[in-house]
Structures are given as structure tokens and as C-alpha cells.
């Protein structure tokens, strides 16, 4: 059973800055791309930024300007720092690991709660 940890959620206003952390095996960080994906209620769940592992970045168009993904390799973590936080950015985020290749997989982490209000 791969685990992926979230960390750094939490309640933030308007304007306001958070980190997310994703730790991961390290079997899994070191050939997986890696990526946020965030729920709102009542919406599906969509990608917020992905990273390889060669460090090429992805971005939705919503978050650009505003959002950073990175990871580190000596941590086996990724990253996503959030700054000028929204209200829309009010969800459940959740860290992803995918590779279409062999060894494929796709795992999870169980979800951290980020709500963006004043």
C-alpha cells in the first residue's frame, strides 16, 4: 500500500499564503510525476499543478501567477505554495502520483482541507 502524507492545510483569509507538503516513498518520487488536484463541494475533482521528474511544471489557468509547485528530491516531497488565496480556492486538496509507464500507478493521499474566508 503506497502512502502519500499531506500536510499544511487550514483556514486562511483572502489574500493570505499557504503551503501544502506531499511526502512519498521514495520508489514512488523518483519515477512518478507528481500533482495536486483539489475538490470543491459539489464539483469535480481538477488538476491544480502537476511535476515531473525531471521538474517540467503544469498549471491550471485558474491558479497561475498564484500557485508553485516543486519538489524536493532529498525529501521525497512535493510542494505547492499558495499565495493570494481566494475564496474559489476553498476545497479539499489532494496529492497525486502517476506514471503510465512500467512500473504504472496511481495513488492517492487522503486529502487536506484548505478554506480561504475572512
Known amino acids: 500500500q503506497v502512502q502519500l502524507v499531506e500536510s499544511g492545510g487550514g483556514l486562511v483569509q483572502p489574500g493570505g499564503s499557504l503551503r501544502l507538503s506531499c511526502a512519498a516513498p521514495e520508489t514512488i518520487f523518483r519515477l512518478y510525476t507528481m500533482a495536486w488536484y483539489r475538490q470543491a463541494p459539489g464539483k469535480q475533482r481538477e488538476l491544480v499543478a502537476s511535476?515531473?521528474?525531471?521538474?517540467?511544471?503544469n498549471a491550471a489557468d485558474s491558479v497561475k501567477g498564484r500557485f508553485t509547485i516543486s519538489r524536493d528530491n532529498a525529501k521525497n516531497t512535493v510542494y505547492l505554495q499558495m499565495d493570494s488565496l481566494k475564496p474559489e480556492d476553498t476545497a479539499v486538496y489532494y496529492c497525486n502520483a502517476k506514471r503510465s509507464m512500467w512500473p504504472r500507478g496511481d495513488y492517492w493521499g487522503q486529502g487536506t482541507q484548505v478554506t480561504v474566508s475572512s
Open positions: 511535476i515531473t521528474t525531471g521538474g517540467s511544471t
